[in-house]
């Protein structure tokens, strides 16, 4: 499997980009502003976007995709997210109030997208490729997803606070080689981070005093106008695990 990062910050603002990643040439990870970065032909091919959950910096670019592509395309876009995300996106933004609802737009014989629940542990395999969600702690229903090949892992951990239940299950993965978990506010705004349900560099350490592995660790959805001081407090407070900041068109092989 190929991941390349399309956009992992916490905001906007010149090359900055919010969460969305491409697996392959088909398959997205989130649907932030990150999108925006594929061509009108790299995202006609897109047919699978998992949603982690509906806040606007993980879902904005979803509608206008949809809308872009609908003539390009005789097959339905899936859209995968578990059941409460999914009714979110029904009543709140495919709604034909705020957008049309290209469930019900038909291309053809075939609707534009389709929606597909996906509960919590359970495994999406796309021709080998293994998708499955994992449990997040965020404001609003979440999960992350764990990606597999077979010959290797990566986990995202999606929006996030302290979050006992992830590490039972990412302590069982074997192959794990990459995991992506999130830090996006600074150790000042610790308290925010509680109410936000977020991690900062001292909470982002307790988790990571729980992972079990030696994955390489990267860091996403840093405050944009906090990036240097919360990642001087990841190296203060979590040197250890080494985590190194994630970046707009990385990529991971596996």
């Known amino acids: 499997m190929k991941f390349k990062v399309l956009g992992c910050s916490g905001g906007i603002g010149g090359s900055l980009r919010t969460t969305s990643f491409v697996i392959d040439h088909d398959i997205l990870i989130d649907a932030g502003t990150g999108v925006g970065e594929l061509s009108l032909a790299e995202l006609s091919k897109i047919d699978h976007i998992f949603i982690t959950h509906s806040h606007m910096d993980h879902i904005c670019s979803l509608p206008l995709l949809l809308d872009s592509v609908m003539g390009m395309r005789n097959r339905p876009v899936t859209v995968y997210a578990i059941s409460d995300t999914l009714e979110i996106l029904r009543q709140h933004i495919f709604n034909w109030k705020i957008w ?17 629940s996906i509960a919590l542990g359970e495994v999406i395999d796309l021709q080998g490729r293994r998708i499955s969600a994992i449990p997040a702690n965020h404001t609003v229903p979440a999960v992350g997803y764990h990606l597999d090949s ?13 979050n006992d239940s992830l590490w039972s299950m990412v302590n069982r993965i074997e192959n794990l080689r990459y995991l992506i978990i ?12 509680a109410r936000a349900k977020h991690l900062c560099p001292s909470l982002l350490a307790g988790e990571l005093a729980k992972f079990k592995g030696d994955a390489e660790v990267f860091i996403t959805h840093l405050k944009p106008d906090e990036v240097e001081l919360i990642m001087n407090e990841i190296r203060t407070c979590a040197d250890q695990a080494a985590p190194k900041m994630l970046l707009n068109n990385q990529e991971f092989l596996f």
């Open 100 to 116: 049309p609802d290209f469930s019900e737009i038909y291309n053809g014989l075939q609707p534009v997208m389709r929606y597909q």
């Open 150 to 162: 077979g010959q290797g892992s990566l986990v995202f951990s999606g929006d996030t606070h302290v």
């Open 182 to 193: 999130e830090t996006a506010f600074s150790n000042g705004e610790m308290e925010l981070a």
